[in-house]
């Protein structure tokens, strides 16, 4: 059962059987993991939207979710991870103006368009640090048509990442001059980001093990997947890899997190060390 008590909502009460269940749909759903070692954690997001519709066995509201498509996106989303902000690992942000986007252009003619695809976007501050980034540190930024898509699995960080109003911990990492820039005040220490800048940037929904959602997507020059392949297992990584090798342009440039390496996931990359980080290239 689950109960609320203050208006917040308890933990679930799972059997094995059931935490075992939660793993088995969330990773055909996702290709992230949740296993026994997170039983708290799943309890409480099921806890949590077995409250909001209303169902008070666990077996009777995974059956619900998995037959019904809209309460299924929102357990989805109760169970993905936004922890991000502006500017992180801007290591790779600095290779992307100094190596990656001068090597991407040398086959283009100005004007010509290169896409870029954050993913996953969170609520935003990847997709928008590219943005900002590029505006700021690449003096060939208005040569060409820059398009820059965020994509998440998680619908409810796409609306906020679409709405772009940032609090202080997601902005501790932005020059005062940048953020003066491009964000304009709010109340309680909130900032919106400049319409221009918001309506530059496209967020789409995509799951990267379902290639399926990614279809309509077309072809990219530069994907930054940072910190996503982390939370899948082995076959999810490879699936995802296959995925990302197939959203690039020949030559075209994936960017991973620091602790993630695709020599390990896939052989179909070659691995590239530019003086600011390491990334891979699709031959």
Not at 101 to 108: C, D, F, G, Q
Not at 126 to 138: G, P, Q
Not at 142 to 160: C, F, H, K, P, R
Not at 262 to 280: E, G, N, Q, T
Request: charged share 25%; aromatic share 10%.
């Amino acid at each position: 059962m689950s109960a609320a008590t203050d208006g917040v909502p308890k933990p679930a009460t799972l059997d094995d059987d059931d935490v075992a269940r939660v793993g088995r749909l969330l990773y055909r759903w996702t290709g992230m993991i949740f296993g026994p070692n997170k039983r708290y954690f799943i309890e409480r997001r099921i806890g949590q939207r077995m409250a909001h519709s209303g169902i008070g066995d666990a077996r009777s509201y995974l059956a619900f979710a998995a037959a019904q498509t809209t309460e299924r996106e929102a357990l989805i989303n109760a169970f993905t991870i936004n922890e991000t902000y502006f500017y992180r690992e801007d290591h790779q942000l600095t290779a992307l103006s100094r190596d990656i986007l001068p090597e991407i252009v040398r086959a283009k003619r100005p004007g010509e368009l290169v896409r870029i695809w954050s993913m996953p976007c969170s609520t935003g501050e990847e997709a928008y640090s590219i943005a900002i980034w590029l505006l700021e540190n690449w003096h060939l930024v208005d040569a060409y048509n820059i398009e820059i898509v965020g994509s998440d699995i998680d619908t409810n960080a796409l609306d906020q990442a679409r709405a772009g109003r940032f609090g202080p911990r997601a902005l501790a990492r932005l020059p005062a001059p940048v953020v003066e820039s491009y964000f304009e005040g709010e109340r309680h220490h909130r900032r919106r980001i400049i319409d221009d800048l918001r309506e530059s940037v496209r967020f789409v929904p995509a799951n990267i093990v379902d290639r399926a959602t990614l279809a309509g997507l077309g072809r990219f020059d530069v994907i930054l997947c940072r910190n996503l392949l982390i939370y899948f297992d082995d076959e999810s990584r490879r699936a995802a890899a296959d995925n990302l090798f197939e959203s690039l342009n020949p030559g075209g440039f994936l960017c991973l997190g620091h602790s993630e390496s695709m020599s390990r996931i896939s052989d179909r990359f070659v691995m590239a060390r530019l003086a600011d980080a390491i990334v891979y290239r699709r031959p």
